[in-house]
């Protein structure tokens, strides 16, 4: 079977958030592009972050960039939480300089880490809807509000 490769939006939109959420502030999200492929071979992968060498940026005169690849099959499958921390663990690869290079696991990426990571971004997050969600409790207490102000004014006006 060969392997097919597809554009994954939703996955951008969420390493993009990550990015962002987590402070990762080394790494340029205009520089990230994900895809999700189907048909491979592997038995244990779930993703994999490709690199545009150092050779290749000089040829081509570009920045570096990189590639996150998620395996449809298997990341698909995973629940929400799990495919942040597949995400989080394929950022952690990305080097503070952000040369083109990686940062291999040993010292760098370990299961604590990854879930020390989910766990401030989950919190980030729910912080964030608890805010999005009050904003707009207080915007819908507003409208409520001054709707019944109104109604009343019309019915003053009747009368």
Not at 40 to 45: E, H, L, V
Request: net charge positive.
């Amino acid at each position: 079977m060969v392997i097919r490769y597809y554009t994954a939006p939703d996955v951008k939109r969420l390493v993009d958030k990550m990015v962002a959420d987590l402070h990762f502030t080394h790494i340029n999200p205009d520089c990230v592009y994900c895809f999700r492929s189907e048909g491979s071979k592997s038995r244990r992968t779930v993703a994999r972050i490709h690199s545009l060498e150092k050779l290749w940026q000089k040829a081509l005169k570009t920045a570096p960039r990189y590639l996150i690849e998620v395996i449809g099959e298997r990341y698909d499958k995973l629940s929400q939480a799990n495919q942040e921390k597949v995400l989080i663990h394929e950022l952690l690869h990305i080097p503070k300089g952000f040369s083109g290079g990686f940062k291999p696991h040993k010292g760098y990426i370990d299961e604590k880490t990854i879930n020390r990571l989910h766990h401030l971004y989950t919190r980030q997050r729910t912080s964030a809807e608890r805010s999005s969600t009050a904003g707009i409790q207080s915007l819908t207490r507003g409208l409520s509000l001054r709707l019944k102000h109104a109604s009343k004014s019309e019915n003053l006006k009747k009368h």
